[in-house]
Each structure stands twice: as structure tokens, then as C-alpha cells.
């Protein structure tokens, strides 16, 4: 079955600083990769997602890459803001069944 | 906006107890997933349906069983709590097509 291994587990940056974390999966079947984010309190939220066909994906702050030779896929957030201090989880899965594999989490901190 | 509205925010049971625990979702939805969540651990499945009266066991499903009489409805059942099983339990729905899955706010269970 699909694995998803997710890096750093904690990072910690300055307002205005990139943040980058990165994710390796498995399976080479599987065609969607979705990012959450998980504040204090509340479920996962969706914040981006990709699909294999698409090399990179872009949302104004955030942007995700995909690797498929490489099966590693990768968030970028830039100019970072106290306000993205949350948990950060992706998944990797299959869009025609729907079920999402998870990684282990990020647990980001920006500080002012 | 799509709900997904699981019961309670906190619960304490005691060891040996049913435990049930309810999630709806008001889209019409046909897939609904049950996982929990645990610090270092990431999200991991425990079970999900594709359609009424139809599960299927995810990665961790011991201790566990779900019920689906209702496309709306998808209902968690630990048959006898153990301490182990202290955790953020989270439901999610999604529909073939959409953007990946939309989480409830979670249960977080302990058992004592």
C-alpha cells in the first residue's frame, strides 16, 4: 500500500521568511496530492492540492511542486505571517476512490 | 459549504464502555472515512464506506467497528474502550471528483 513520509516534523521561522516542507510517497499509482492545515482546535483544512499531471501549482503564498520520477512532492510558503502557524499534513491518493494516505504532520511556527 | 458535524467536541469513558461516536455530513456525499489522529503518527484510517451499508477496514481497524445505515450518517464503534485507544478521532467525506476530503472538527476521546 501507499506510504507517505513527511519532513521536518517541527520548523520554526521568521515573519516574512520561506517555509518549505517536503514529501516522498510510494505507490506510483497514486495521482493526487493534497495539502491541509490543521489549526489549534479545528479538522484538517484543505489548502492546495496537485494533481500528476501538473508540475507545480500556485495560490498566492503557496505553491506546491510534484516529482512523480522522483515520487517527492514538496509546499512552498513564502513571506510567512504569524497567522500560518498551524500543523501541516499531506496525503497522497487516488482521485477516483478517494482514499488519502497521510503524512506524519509539520508542525510550523512563525514567529513575529 | 460542506459540513461535516461530528457529535461531540470531548469525551470520557471509562474502560470496558461502548463508545459510540457520530459524524454528518449534509452534501450528499458518498465517501466517509473514520481516522485518528496521534502526535508523531500523523492521520491514520481506521475505516471507510463508499455508499450506504457498505465498509470497508483502513490501516488500523482492531478495536474498531462503523456503522452506515444513512448516506449522511457514518457512526464510529469502539465495542470495548481500552486506554490505547485515547485519541483525536476525525471523520471526513468526499464525493469522486471533488477536492479532496472535508474534515470534522474531531473527538477528542479519553479513555481512563
Known amino acids: 500500500g501507499e506510504n507517505v513520509e513527511q519532513h521536518p516534523s517541527t520548523l520554526s521561522v521568521q515573519e516574512g521568511d520561506s517555509a518549505v516542507i517536503k514529501c516522498t510517497y510510494s505507490?506510483?499509482?497514486?495521482?493526487?496530492f493534497p495539502w491541509y492545515k490543521q489549526e489549534l482546535g479545528k479538522g484538517p483544512q484543505l489548502i492546495i492540492d496537485?494533481?500528476?499531471?501538473?508540475g507545480e501549482k500556485k495560490d498566492q503564498r503557496i505553491a506546491v511542486t510534484l516529482n512523480k520520477t522522483a515520487k517527492h512532492f514538496s509546499l512552498h510558503i513564502t513571506e510567512t505571517q504569524p497567522e500560518d502557524s498551524a500543523v501541516y499534513f499531506c496525503?497522497?491518493?487516488?482521485?477516483?476512490?478517494?482514499?488519502?494516505?497521510f503524512g506524519t504532520g509539520t508542525r510550523l511556527l512563525v514567529s513575529p | 459549504d460542506v459540513k461535516v458535524t461530528q457529535s461531540s467536541r470531548y469525551l470520557v469513558k471509562r474502560t470496558g464502555e461502548k463508545v459510540f461516536l457520530e459524524c454528518v455530513q449534509d452534501?450528499?456525499?458518498?465517501?466517509m472515512f473514520w481516522y485518528r489522529q496521534d502526535p508523531g503518527l500523523g492521520l491514520r484510517l481506521i475505516y471507510f464506506?463508499?455508499?450506504?451499508?457498505?465498509?470497508e477496514k483502513g490501516d488500523i481497524p482492531e478495536g474498531y467497528s462503523v456503522s452506515r445505515e444513512k448516506k449522511e450518517r457514518f457512526s464510529l464503534i469502539l465495542e470495548s474502550a481500552s486506554t490505547n485507544q485515547t485519541s483525536m478521532y476525525l471523520c471526513?467525506?468526499?464525493?469522486?471528483?471533488?477536492?479532496?476530503?472535508?474534515f470534522g472538527s474531531g473527538t477528542r476521546l479519553t479513555v481512563v
Open positions: 496537485i494533481r500528476s499531471n501538473v
Open positions: 496525503a497522497a491518493g487516488d482521485t477516483g476512490f478517494q482514499k488519502l494516505v
Open positions: 464506506s463508499y455508499d450506504v451499508k457498505m465498509k
Open positions: 471526513a467525506s468526499s464525493t469522486t471528483g471533488s477536492r479532496g476530503y472535508t
Open positions: 452534501m450528499d456525499h458518498e465517501n
Open positions: 505507490d506510483s499509482a497514486s495521482n493526487y
